[in-house]
């Protein structure tokens, strides 16, 4: 199913001015000639705190990996600390921006 909308939540205080880390510019992403990410622009200031929706196949895990470098987008460009994060190593930029995923598991059985 196509078009299935990303919805991100963030709060700011109002008429305070704080620092831009993170600003996504117009991110497309396609796999297999199938588009995932539309024209997808926000921006996350310093103290910004994020909540990213969408139902299952909408996207919320390719932009990740898009903003740690593990997938390029289709168009478009990250801009981290207004510096676009293709010039960063992927360890520099995974050492300063990371997510904890909703149900995370580092093995399939016990340890």
């Keep these: 199913m196509l078009n299935k909308p990303i919805y991100i939540y963030c709060t700011i205080e109002v008429g305070v001015c704080w620092m831009l880390l993170l600003d996504v510019v117009d991110l497309k992403l396609e796999f297999k000639e199938i588009p995932v990410l539309r024209g997808l622009s926000f921006q996350v200031y310093q103290k910004d705190c994020i909540g990213l929706l969408g139902s299952s196949g909408s996207g919320k895990t390719s932009l990740f990996r898009i903003l740690n470098l ?3 987008p289709s168009q478009g460009k990250v801009m981290y600390l207004d510096r676009d994060t293709l010039s960063y190593s992927p360890t520099a930029l995974r050492k300063r ?5 909703q149900k995370p598991h580092l093995f399939e059985d016990t340890v």
């Design 70 to 72: 593990l997938q390029s």
């Design 97 to 101: 921006i990371g997510y904890v995923m």
